[in-house]
């Protein structure tokens, strides 16, 4: 019995999506980097249009091609992540015809190795990783994007002032007699420790270039 193929039916209503796709499939990423093997448990997302003479589209292609390439990473020429976003974009791009561009992304947690500067142990991190491909059909360029981000402890500036202004106050109010000027009241706040709190915060940062392996995630 032959199926019929939906997706490529003539719709009843003939409206194009610029963007549909395929999200969060989840696979381990292995592959060898620039300077260190990589392995990093993914979330994987491919997205392509859906043109308006096409009733449906088979993204279940994209998860083929996600399969094929993450499968066979360790022994292909891939070194960087946005590297291997760009292969699954190249081959979703072969798989759907109808598809005027593919955009991958990637996005995982890696456990990177340090030696703490406090005691000298080796601590392990984890680095949240990101990168994308996209591909387009007509000209067949690849704009690249890779990125990682990383929690950590900064100290709130807010209460920092606040309490640097309430201590200078405070100086300049009981010191009476001592002469102790502006250009005094700064030294003193300089070399004297100030009180402020903690805060939990995130940085993340994305580098684009249409050449991969611009930047090394280690770095």
């Given amino acids: 019995m032959n199926a019929p193929d939906v997706q490529s039916q003539k719709p009843e209503i003939p409206i194009a999506l610029s963007k ?82 593919v955009e991958v992304s990637l996005k995982g947690t890696m456990v990177m190795k340090s030696r703490s500067k406090i005691n000298g142990r080796v601590v392990s991190e984890p680095i949240k990783v990101y990168a994308k491909a996209r591909i387009e059909r007509m000209s067949q360029r690849v ?20 309490v640097e202004h309430y201590s200078a106050e405070l100086l300049k109010s009981e010191s009476k007699g001592l002469n102790l000027d502006e250009s005094v009241v700064k030294k003193i706040l300089e070399l004297v420790p100030v009180a402020s709190h903690v805060q939990r915060g995130f940085g993340k940062i994305l580098v684009t270039a249409v050449q991969p392996g611009i930047v090394d995630i280690y770095d």
């Fill in 20 to 101: 549909v796709g395929l999200v969060n499939v989840v696979k381990e990423v292995v592959f060898n980097g620039s300077s260190r093997p990589y392995n990093v448990v993914a979330s994987i997302n491919v997205y392509t249009d859906l043109p308006s003479y096409q009733r449906g589209m088979h993204m279940s292609r994209g998860g083929e091609a996600i399969t094929d390439i993450v499968e066979s990473a360790s022994t292909m020429p891939i070194h960087t992540f946005e590297s291997l976003c760009a292969e699954i974009a190249r081959r979703t791009l072969e798989l759907i015809e109808s598809s005027s561009f």
């Fill in 143 to 162: 704009v690249h994007t890779v990125g990682a981000g990383v929690s950590g402890m900064t100290v709130c500036p807010c209460a920092k002032e606040m």
